[in-house]
């Protein structure tokens, strides 16, 4: 089941993103990043702000009543993508202990749906370059990369270097 966020789900987002990123991102990023300025508490008051004051379209899936992922949706931040043919995927997340299990795939598909109701021709995302998780993901589900590529100079890679993106997109309509 996919729902909106509450501010009382903050802390298992926290985790699930902080955890999601530590997976995904171990041979990617520094382990000081990752492990020593990471913290839930403080990722947990980012997400109490987000739901509180709706700064995102912030959606959860539940197993068994417990949050196992999350994702945030919105308008697109590229200058080439239009609000009226693009919806962005901002952010999407499964804790580690379960993922494969489908919690993902309902994440996505639920922000298709969403595109799809706002009548938008694609979904599009971006993912780090080197997040070979993330891109296997994103094309088993029939997202594929545009040719589009940025340098993120706010992250550093493992080997001191800035961490580049690329962007995936989906035909919905």
């Known amino acids: ?3 909106k966020a509450k501010i009382e789900d903050a802390e298992r987002l926290a985790e699930i993103h902080i955890f999601g990123w530590r997976n995904a991102y171990r041979k990617i990023l520094t382990d000081k ?14 997400f109490k702000k987000v739901v509180a004051e709706g700064l995102e379209e912030l959606y959860v899936a539940e197993r068994q009543g417990v ?3 999350f994702l945030s ?8 993508k239009t609000k009226a043919a693009a919806l962005e995927l901002w952010a999407i997340y499964v804790d580690p202990v379960i993922m494969r299990e489908g919690v993902g795939a309902e994440l996505l598909e639920f922000c ?10 694609e979904v599009f ?3 780090l370059e080197e997040n070979a998780i993330g891109r296997s993901f994103y094309k088993k589900h029939g997202y ?23 962007r995936y997109v989906k035909a919905i309509a």
């Open 1 to 3: 089941m996919v729902r």
């Open 33 to 46: 990043f990752l492990f020593d300025e990471l913290r839930v508490c403080r990722r947990a008051e980012g």
């Open 67 to 69: 949050v196992a992922g």
């Open 73 to 80: 949706i919105g308008e697109p931040r590229d200058a080439d």
């Open 112 to 121: 298709e749906q969403q595109g799809a109701v706002r009548g938008r021709k």
């Open 125 to 127: 995302l971006w993912v």
């Open 144 to 166: 594929v990369p545009d040719g589009t590529r940025k340098v993120l100079t706010r992250l550093l890679s493992a080997s001191g270097m800035p961490v580049a993106e690329v």
